[in-house]
């Protein structure tokens, strides 16, 4: 990408030494990203994620064969997703502020810097709060259903 770049003194041309300057950041962003995405954390939270997923998949066959377990198991997975949402989407913001924070140094024109900081602040929070959001409430629905005295005597019958 940067090799499009006009480089150059001319005018519309990014000196040379800027556009070095701007690769190195780059590429020492990219590593970091890299190796966050390789980390003990990265592997934990995939893991984690991947059980989840699992559990709820179970969960679901159990629901549909209105067996006890079923029920038991989607509380279960509920009540761990929330948690899960928090720490997935907090170590998420964490890499996309690192990121962002290298790249905008970049940016010569502070002006400029400070509202394409606010802007990619702002959408941030608004997409992980969204994410969060969505992932209390869904999961707080099937806790509360799931919890309910009626729906608890659906899956106690004997056998399940």
Do not use: H
């Not at 928090?86 to 400029?112: I, K, N, P, T, Y």
């Amino acid at each position: 990408a940067f090799d499009d770049l006009p480089a150059g003194t001319g005018e519309g041309q990014i000196p040379r030494e800027q556009l070095e300057r701007a690769k190195a950041q780059l590429d020492q962003v990219m590593g970091e990203l890299e190796a966050a995405l390789r980390s003990q954390t990265a592997r934990t939270l995939a893991g984690f994620g991947g059980l989840l997923g699992a559990a709820a998949f179970a969960a679901g066959i159990g629901i549909l064969m209105m067996r006890g377990w079923g029920r038991i198991l989607l509380v279960w997975q509920a009540a761990l997703s929330v948690p899960y949402a928090l720490w997935s989407s907090q170590w998420s913001f964490g890499l996309q502020q690192r990121a962002s924070e290298a790249l905008f140094a970049l940016v010569q024109d502070a002006a400029m810097r400070s509202q394409l900081q606010q802007a990619l602040q702002a959408g941030q929070a608004a997409g992980i709060g969204l994410a969060v959001g969505f992932a209390v409430l869904w999961n707080g629905f099937i806790l509360w259903y799931f919890s309910r005295a009626s729906v608890r005597a659906q899956f106690a019958r004997p056998g399940t």
